[in-house]
């Protein structure tokens, strides 16, 4: 038998090794069956019974999932169940058969592949992922035509999941905290729900390994390293065991580490810090309080638009926002406002092709050009500011006029819930993102319109110094510890210290070991990250002198270049508080 060692995303920690197990696809057909006329009536009923059944499906998942991981997990079946009874959607199916005179079978591949396409074409990973949602209703419903259907198996023994692709509700259904060892799937990424929902279990995965369903026969033993996002078959004996040493290490780190959620948040000199969450589905906010998280540091909203295919509605944000606000009280939740156009269209809109999306209308540029949208927006984060705990934030903000022009629309729309008697926090914090080098510069004049700042290093990185996030070929480039983004995101700390105001780091950098250091010098008290990372960050903080970070960075900032910074920095670690770099330790937070 041969060894295959393939590399993916590792997007939920750990080390699993066991039997592989493959589910049964749903392929659908390409293959247009036509009917006559007068068999389209009975075409039509069938589609309307696999419509209900689906719909009895989704009910009996969603009860489940709320059983099986709380009410918050289940909370995507319902967006599923709204995709279901969509007009556009079913409407759409039946004008196919109707007028394709087609079988059902046709019109749920077509719409499919027209929806693939549709959600392909975003450049955006986040939005191109939401495409399995309206796939797993589509399969489901393509499942449900048969008469008899066959029984979702759930299977009874240990074993690692090996898939294409794990449609959500296949996800919420299929990954069992006990018997799912480990999850390798050829797409996915660490936004999709598939890693969310592995994360929140506890289950190893690896995904967007290409052909891992094809590599893998069932049966066959594999290992599934979610640390180090690598997936190995048939290993040797000697890989096995090298396997099995990390993955008691890893354990004896991961108690370490969970017990650290319980500890105060202090340095060794007793300095106070703050670890919070970046997250993107209310469903999040559990675990991440469970991680340790102190608080929302940045709910990217974007999320509540690809959830769906019409544009959401007061309500639908008011549901998400306080959720949030009381899944997290009295901690602190930062809404960002729609951080949007550009390269990640809204499905539900036509936004123009931009020659430089990256330097486009996004962001707050998009939603002061779209005041209708951003109103409704702001109305539901007001009215789920009732228990004084949520802020807002503005993503890449360029200049302070946009401060003001967006202070004018949120006092006015203060003063319409006013008059319509709703109640709101009156003293709702409104917080800018330093995400543009402009931004950066003008930290002291931006804090005299806004009550805080949060620094997002992936794209303040990425402009200022013209390095693509997530173009690979530059990506060695791309480096936090780089002496002019030092000096930089050094000034915004001291400025914001300087106005007394709160300043947060949001960007992945607040997630790597060192980075945290080095910003802790700097004077920074909040790092927001994926909650995964919470408890590594934590207990590095816990295990330095902030004295020392402090009198490290400032010899540091007279070095030359990234790498020197590096080499300097771990060493001066590494001699005074070596328990910051445990043997065995998990990999560094991805680099954006
Ligand atoms: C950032 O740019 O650092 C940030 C946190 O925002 P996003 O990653 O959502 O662009
Ligand atoms: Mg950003």
Redesign the pocket.
Known sequence: MDVTRLRGIGVSPGIAMGEALLPKRVVFTSRKELIDEAQVADELKRLRQALDRTREDLVRVKDGVADKLGRESSFIFEAHLLILDDPALVGGLEAIIREERARAEWALSKTNIRYERLFESLADDYFRQRRSDVSDVLTRVYRNLEARREKERTPRKEHILVAHELLPSEAALRLSKELTLGVALDVGGPTSHTAILARSLGIPAVLGLRDVSRQVREGEFVIVDGTGGEVIVNPTTAVRREFQDKRERYEVYGRELQKTAALKAVTLDKVRFFPQA?IELPEEIGPAIAMGAEGVG?F?SEFIYLRRETLPTEEDHYEIYSKLARGAHPRPVTI?TL?IGGEKSLPQLNIEKEPNPALGLRAVRFSLRNRDLFRVQLRAILRASEGANVRVLL?MVTEVDEVVEVKAVFEDVKRELRREGRAFDEGIPLGV?I?VPAAAALTDVLLKEADFVS??????I?YFLAVDRSNEFVSHLFKPLHPAVLRLIRGVIQAARKAEKDVVV???MAADTLGAIVLLGFGLRAFSMNPIFIPRIKKALRAVECRTAERIVEEAMKLRGAQEIEEYVTEEILLRHPQVFLAGLPAEAPK?
Do not use: S, V, W
């Not at 620094?455 to 303040?460: E, K, R, S, V």
């Open positions: 970046n940045l990217r960002r951080d993503p993102m995400e620094i997002g290093t992936n794209d303040l990425q949001c960007g992945e954006k």
